[in-house]
């Protein structure tokens, strides 16, 4: 809190988070641009400095400028204009980095769908918006192919995944013909070298960039409208953050580009600031591991559960005799970790000459992708997920009516941010919904999450707020129930929901610790003993009778649902091997 100001015990008055950020100097580099003129401007005086890395190619400020500046010109060439849609389901490649920036230099917006999507549902979204260009990669082609046959209309421009890899004289994956709506992604570009040159759109506040969709997990997802300003204002306040943003460092990201994350933090924060991107779509934790010694980033951008790899036994002969000292921003979200599990991965770091600390964030789409951040300069607690971004974002507590709560009481987390979304497009119901606008005029976005904020401004993240259950007239979140039996060394992850026959019963799904697992091994009525434990510390812990679940589903891996984020429908609704416990 700024020194001086009075304390009124409300976090979105008091600000605590401030005084971290009093002493960084401060930069506006992207304020007033778009993200096209914003690469440019940062990058056009390093042409030949190392931009992007994949798999084997390694390209220049220069050519990727050059080469955006070609996607452009196709993209004009096949009749696109400002304001259009141009619909992108692909992984992240150098041509989705090209057509990015070639969309915002045209003016037009990216609509970026997530190929695990239905045909039917992907169809629907291109509709939506009547986007007439599709950019989708060769591996997704076949799933898509009978509905893009049937669209009138539209040109289908198919992206061969090692298209900039010296791997792409591989086959191609599609090896059907190609119908008379598509074009190859090298022959598309080629029809633009007809066109001299693409006059550069202006900034304008608030002027569309991107949509991207919402998880889908409370119903149809949603088209989530991005700005201009939700990429170069969080880029601009991540650089007044304290994070070293000089040139010439490495970040190796395989965050998908469907997830705002992806687009913001993974592409076009590290490029804007100079920073080479190395990429690898592939989620394996050996691909992980082995990356990480090959591109030696100094910041990493993946989700939670890669850096689980370095604790496997598989990771340590890897690592023997490996120096990780370069790694100094490694940086995770999506998934929960355990204390255990983030004390495993620094030890790991700290024992090969790093002293990184995991890095955590919170954010969703809505609020244009970060809303708190982990900073370098403070440690908070594990359980926190750092605090505002500066200049640009406040994060209050409120009850059920809109009451702001003090520190370190839970309630509705809210927030005012200048990068959030413009809208949810073509729904304004939902919209309507979304957004409070509070007595003084200040609209909130509601992100449907339960937490509270401690004292020093970081913010802790408990869970969702429709993630509960009512049992025996108990109301109760199914969060404490999880994190009570998180607390326990035997569980590494948990998943609490009811049952799918009955919603009066309460299922504990639940990974077991390597050492439980290695104790059951040895004596599986042992098993039963730790479930038994386990029904004790809920208990305990939430001191409802009516939370303490008397199933258990033992899992070796929760499966993921297209969002990236677990599947909680799968995971609920399919409990082969399912223990009754009764407790004692």
Known sequence: ???????????????????????????????????????????????????????????????????????????????????????????????????????????????????????????????????????????????????????????????????????????RYNKNPLLGNQVMWNRFIKAGSIITDVAIDGYEPLKPQAMVYSSGTTGASKGILLSVDSFQKLINAYGNSGFDTSRRQTVYQNIPPWHSTGLSLGINFPLSYGVKVCIDPRFDHDVFVNNVLKFKPKYILTNTSMYQGFTFKKAARKLKNKSLSFLKY???????????????????????????????????????????????????????????????????????????????????????????????????????????????????????????????????VLGRKNDYSVIGGKSFYNFDVENAILSSDTVKLCEVQTHPASEEQLVAHIIWSDEAITTIKQNVEKQYKMLRELQKIVLVETGLEQAVPHYFCIREVFPSAHSGKRDINYIKHNIDGIIEVFSS
């Not at 259009?84 to 992984?91: K, Q």
């Not at 090969?352 to 440690?379: F, P, W």
């Not at 971004?389 to 509705?412: K, M, Q, S």
Request: charged letters at 25%; one cysteine or more; proline letters at 6%.
């Open 1 to 171: 809190m700024p020194e001086g100001k009075k304390l009124t015990g409300y976090p979105s008055v008091d600000k605590p988070w401030e005084k971290y950020y009093k002493d960084i100097e401060k930069r506006d580099l992207f304020l007033g641009t778009t993200p096209y003129q914003g690469l440019l401007k940062n990058n056009s005086d390093y042409p030949h400095e190392i931009a992007i890395e994949y798999f084997g190619a390694r390209i220049s400020f220069s050519s990727l400028i050059k080469r955006i500046d070609d996607t452009a010109k196709a993209l004009k060439e096949y009749h696109v204009e400002r304001g259009d849609f141009v619909t992108i389901c692909a992984t992240t490649t150098p041509e989705v980095i090209y057509l990015f920036y070639a969309i915002s230099k045209i003016g037009a917006i990216a609509n970026v769908i997530s190929p695990f999507y239905s045909p039917e549902e992907l169809i629907a979204r291109i509709n939506e918006c009547e986007s007439r260009l599709i950019v989708i990669v060769d591996q997704f082609l076949p799933k898509f192919e009978s509905e893009f046959e049937k669209s009138k209309g539209k040109t289908i421009v198919v992206l061969p995944m090692m298209n900039s890899s010296p791997l792409r004289f591989l086959p």
């Open 330 to 460: 490694p940086v995770e979200g999506g998934e929960p970790l355990t204390e255990k599990d983030i004390i495993n991965i620094e030890t790991v770091f700290k024992e090969h000459g790093s002293s990184a600390r995991l890095l955590n964030g919170y954010g969703e789409c809505e609020c244009g992708a970060t809303v708190t951040t982990d900073i370098t300069g403070h440690k908070f607690s594990n359980s926190a997920s750092g605090i505002p971004l500066p200049g640009i974002t406040t994060v209050g507590i409120f009850d059920d009516e809109y009451n702001e709560l003090g520190y370190g009481v839970r309630g509705n987390i809210l927030v005012h941010t200048e990068i959030g979304m413009l809208e949810y497009y073509k729904n304004p119901e939902a919209t309507a919904e979304f957004f409070y606008t509070d007595k003084n005029g200040t609209r909130w976005s509601q992100t449907g999450d339960i937490g509270f904020l401690n004292e020093d401004g970081s913010l802790v």
